[in-house]
């Protein structure tokens, strides 16, 4: 129930209508005065950025009221009115009036109540402005979504490193950085090791120390300190507790959310003896990888390709392993000497990469936009990266108009910050930028060298040289002005 003042005529005084007129208009955000018809008499509006988004307000007056909001609100003004007409106790309703169209379109929301006031027959309309309430749903339902679409990419993600966790031949364990205890571990490790405790492959209840004997076991403890202190450790050689067989452990460092944790690898030090078995079950998962319709290849420390599924070699617009095998990723991938770079930088110093955005170039001259996942795995002591590679030239718009976009190359360095030091960081992006520049030019003269040096400022020779650098089409013969 409504609170009324208790004694009105003494606190309030001879209140005039002028008096009374301002009273309402500054307490509101706007305001109406209606006869019994509900047609407007007059109108007061306080805010001024209002004015500019009600539609028509300076012709309100003489219209009825419930044919200046839309028409989903036409049946709340009528209440209000029918309301305040019997004398009810006003209710507050949403209500909306029509936006200018500099505004761009959205509906102006306002919350009123309506009550009758001084001569029988005359009813005050009272709104508050809902824009600031409308703005904030608006940001909410656009960051959910936002929220929606990241939760998304991530399982994808996700999906793609934990298949290759399961399918990996080698042992591979994630070990709390503190305590030591084993979190995760893959099929292969629990073959390798066995059931220390009978809780190997379950995570969290075994220390990796369990598996070893106690010879070598310390000699694992300092591999993972040593890692901790530095983010570096050489390869040590164990034995196992069960059977006592020889491996070697190799680990790396990763944080995440805010731990520090290990991801180690075991692998047999015996080359001669029995090795782990793959499941009839991994090798169709390891065919299906084959036949993904996504790219997948796996290069040495190198970057030189060790093996690659069909759909990769589509993307390159080769016909056969073979020919990939042996050659630099450079070949095919982003940059000539720059994507590369930057993807093995990254993978050496975290061990992963997500969602690196650049282009493929295949042997045919068609490139395509990609999108890299990357994970390096120990193999023998050395370190070999997997690349899984996505053409995602489908769901990327067109500019309009052709406007050239960004590299991808150069809109990922943004994503280096604090991981690469400025100087390399500046001199990709100078010769990102620098490369741009000369093919836009060759381009704007139809691949006139002299009309392209000099819209660029530059001499013939200092064109030549950088043509020769970037490897940008036939050059001219060394000496040439």
Same mark, same amino acid.
Request: with cysteine.
């Given at each position: 129930?409504?609170?009324?003042?208790?004694?009105?005529?003494?606190?309030?005084?001879?209140?005039?209508?002028?008096?009374?007129?301002?009273?309402?208009?500054?307490?509101?955000?706007?305001?109406?005065?209606?006869?019994?018809?509900?047609?407007?008499?007059?109108?007061?509006?306080?805010?001024?950025?209002?004015? /500019?988004?009600?539609?028509?307000?300076?012709?309100?007056?003489?219209?009825?009221?419930?044919?200046?909001?839309?028409?989903?609100?036409?049946?709340?003004?009528?209440?209000?009115?029918?309301?305040?007409?019997?004398?009810?106790?006003?209710?507050?309703?949403?209500?909306?009036?029509?936006?200018?169209?500099?505004?761009?379109?959205?509906?102006?929301?306002?919350?009123?109540?309506?009550?009758?006031?001084?001569?029988?027959?005359?009813?005050?309309?009272?709104?508050?402005?809902?824009?600031?309430?409308?703005?904030?749903?608006?940001?909410?339902?656009?960051?959910?979504?936002?929220?929606?679409?990241?939760?998304?990419?991530?399982?994808?993600?996700?999906?793609?490193?934990?298949?290759?966790?399961?399918?990996?031949?080698?042992?591979?364990?994630?070990?709390?950085?503190?305590?030591?205890?084993?979190?995760?571990?893959?099929?292969?490790?629990?073959?390798?090791?066995?059931?220390?405790?009978?809780?190997?492959?379950?995570?969290?209840?075994?220390?990796?120390?369990?598996?070893?004997?106690?010879?070598?076991?310390?000699?694992?403890?300092?591999?993972?300190?040593?890692?901790?202190?530095?983010?570096?450790?050489?390869?040590?050689?164990?034995?196992?507790?069960?059977?006592?067989?020889?491996?070697?452990?190799?680990?790396?460092?990763?944080?995440?959310? /805010?731990?520090?944790?290990?991801?180690?690898?075991?692998?047999?030090?015996?080359?001669?003896?029995?090795?782990?078995?793959?499941?009839?079950?991994?090798?169709?998962?390891?065919?299906?990888?084959?036949?993904?319709?996504? /790219?997948?290849?796996?290069?040495?420390?190198?970057?030189?390709?060790?093996?690659?599924?069909?759909?990769?070699?589509?993307?390159?617009?080769?016909?056969?392993?073979?020919?990939?095998? /042996?050659?630099?990723?450079?070949?095919?991938?982003?940059?000539?000497?720059?994507?590369?770079?930057?993807?093995?930088?990254?993978?050496?110093?975290?061990?992963?990469?997500?969602?690196?955005?650049?282009?493929?170039?295949?042997?045919?001259?068609?490139?395509?936009?990609?999108?890299?996942?990357?994970?390096?795995?120990?193999?023998?002591?050395?370190?070999?990266?997997?690349?899984?590679?996505?053409?995602?030239?489908?769901?990327?718009?067109?500019?309009?108009?052709?406007?050239?976009?960004?590299?991808?190359?150069?809109?990922?360095?943004?994503?280096?910050?604090?991981?690469?030091?400025?100087?390399?960081?500046?001199?990709?992006?100078?010769?990102?930028?620098?490369?741009?520049?000369?093919?836009?030019?060759?381009?704007?003269?139809?691949?006139?060298?002299?009309?392209?040096?000099?819209?660029?400022?530059?001499?013939?020779?200092?064109?030549?040289?950088?043509?020769?650098?970037?490897?940008?089409?036939?050059?001219?013969?060394?000496?040439?002005?």
């Amino acid at each position: 129930m409504m609170k009324a003042f208790r004694a009105p005529k003494t606190t309030l005084g001879d209140l005039d209508a002028v008096a009374a007129a301002e009273l309402i208009a500054s307490a509101t955000d706007i305001a109406l005065i209606l006869d019994e018809a509900g047609m407007i008499q007059d109108v007061a509006i306080a805010a001024q950025d209002l004015m /500019g988004e009600l539609r028509g307000h300076e012709r309100w007056v003489g219209t009825n009221w419930v044919d200046t909001v839309t028409d989903e609100s036409r049946p709340k003004a009528e209440a209000l009115l029918a309301d305040a007409r019997s004398r009810k106790q006003p209710r507050w309703r949403h209500l909306n009036h029509p936006s200018a169209g500099h505004t761009g379109g959205a509906d102006v929301p306002i919350l009123y109540a309506a009550i009758q006031a001084g001569t029988p027959g005359r009813i005050v309309a009272f709104g508050r402005s809902l824009r600031a309430v409308s703005s904030l749903q608006r940001r909410l339902v656009d960051a959910q979504q936002s929220m929606e679409r990241d939760y998304a990419r991530v399982r994808r993600v996700e999906t793609r490193y934990r298949l290759l966790f399961e399918v990996a031949s080698d042992a591979v364990l994630i070990v709390d950085g503190a305590s030591q205890r084993v979190l995760d571990s893959n099929p292969a490790a629990s073959r390798l090791l066995g059931a220390p405790g009978g809780t190997a492959g379950k995570g969290g209840a075994w220390r990796l120390g369990q598996v070893f004997t106690q010879e070598t076991a310390r000699s694992v403890d300092l591999l993972l300190s040593g890692l901790l202190a530095s983010g570096r450790a050489d390869d040590v050689r164990a034995r196992l507790a069960d059977g006592d067989r020889e491996v070697t452990v190799s680990a790396s460092l990763f944080r995440d959310d /805010g731990g520090v944790f290990c991801l180690v690898r075991i692998a047999s030090a015996q080359p001669d003896a029995a090795g782990i078995v793959v499941s009839k079950t991994r090798t169709k998962l390891l065919k299906l990888m084959d036949g993904s319709p996504d /790219g997948f290849v796996v290069t040495g420390a190198d970057g030189r390709v060790i093996t690659a599924n069909a759909a990769f070699l589509q993307l390159a617009q080769i016909p056969n392993e073979e020919i990939a095998r /042996g050659e630099s990723l450079d070949r095919w991938l982003g940059r000539t000497g720059t994507d590369l770079d930057i993807l093995i930088a990254n993978l050496r110093q975290h061990g992963s990469i997500r969602l690196f955005g650049t282009t493929m170039r295949g042997e045919l001259g068609e490139p395509s936009e990609v999108e890299i996942s990357a994970v390096t795995v120990m193999n023998g002591g050395q370190p070999c990266f997997g690349f899984a590679i996505r053409d995602v030239g489908r769901r990327l718009s067109r500019d309009p108009g052709g406007e050239r976009r960004l590299p991808p190359s150069l809109e990922h360095l943004s994503g280096l910050i604090g991981r690469v030091a400025l100087k390399d960081l500046v001199r990709e992006a100078t010769d990102v930028i620098e490369r741009m520049c000369i093919e836009a030019a060759l381009e704007l003269t139809s691949d006139n060298r002299a009309s392209a040096a000099e819209v660029l400022g530059l001499s013939r020779q200092s064109l030549y040289i950088k043509l020769r650098r970037y490897g940008l089409g036939p050059l001219a013969p060394e000496g040439a002005d």
